[in-house]
């Protein structure tokens, strides 16, 4: 999404201004819909955002704990946390679950050879469906790699995974596209992506 | 894993409360007492099921990146590269998959640029092709598991 945006999505600027005002102790930050594309994350968020990576803690009040960690008050935590939920850069707050051990083992990618001016309609139309997990457009690398769009299907069995495919091939229209099913068959390392790290502590 | 420890999974993978007693906003929700809702989460961590608690980050909006990445590699050569590839921290998960792409895992780095960097250490280091298939366009992003 381009800056150039800015100011003529009058649709959204609406939902997009924010006033901390219930925090006094936080500057007002008011964003356009534009600056919501990009917001600012600044050293305060990386550092809270390093702190909970690795897990909130299990008692009462988590994000007192987390803030005495940190030398800020709980309502700081609050409301920064509440910031970057709002600005997309906490997609989701929750529990992590593994997905193995909930007896999701059957985990396929699919991946289609689709016409370009295709791509876009199709992968909506995949991502319809409850059980597609991720659907995204990615490129080719031809000629050892032809395939431009990509969906996840987590399925308790090998046979629940191409029977929703066989629905999602029929109910989208793509009996005549190639594709093929990449199923997995070892799961080296999944530790979820680290990588809200403080400035200079570098990767781990 | 009983009905209760299901329906704890299936509500908190989303919409964890940001109030000063979170835990006990989410066990109302629930039916539950906080302190049982505390217990069986760490005992949920304890047994595996779950791995944290914790926020899922949008990679591009806090200034890094994400990409999907595949290689080639040989059954016989299979362990060797997969030992080089998952010691790179940058590789958050790492599978094996049928197909002549057989290893497919996802970098996670802290700048954009950084991932050809990491692209070129892995090819570097393991003598083999990276395809680098980054995102183009997303449809759907919705890991959610229901127990």
Known sequence: MSAKSHGSTNEHSEAGIRAKSAMPELNVIKHSAATLQRPPVDEADRRLLAAIQHGLPLTPRPYAGIAAGLG???????????YLKEAGVIRRFGVVVRHHELGYSANAMVVWDVPDEQVTGLGHCLAGFDFITLCYRRPRHLPQWRYNLYCMIHGKSREEVLAHLEWMVNHCGLQ????????????????????????????? | MDTTDRDIINDLQGGFPLSERPYAEAAARLGLTEDELIRRLDDLLEKGALTRFAPMYHAERLGGAL????????????????????????????????????????LAT????????????????????VYNMPK????????????
């Open chain 2, 67 to 106: 990409t999907l990445a595949a290689m080639k590699i040989p059954a016989d050569e299979f362990e060797r590269v997969a030992g080089i590839v998952n010691g790179f921290p940058e590789v958050a998960h790492n599978y094996a998959r049928e197909h002549e792409f057989n290893m497919w895992f996802v």
């Open chain 1, 72 to 82: 800020i008050s709980e309502a700081e935590v609050v409301a920064r946390l509440a």
């Open chain 1, 176 to 204: 005549s596209l190639p594709h093929e099913v990449l199923f997995s068959r070892r799961r080296f390392k999944q530790r979820g992506a680290l990588y809200a790290m403080p400035a200079g502590a570098g990767t781990r």
């Open chain 2, 136 to 147: 183009l366009e997303e449809f759907f992003v919705g890991l959610r598991f229901e127990a």
């Open chain 2, 110 to 129: 802290e700048t954009p640029q950084r991932i050809n960097e990491v692209i070129g250490e892995i090819e570097k280091a393991t003598g083999y092709r």
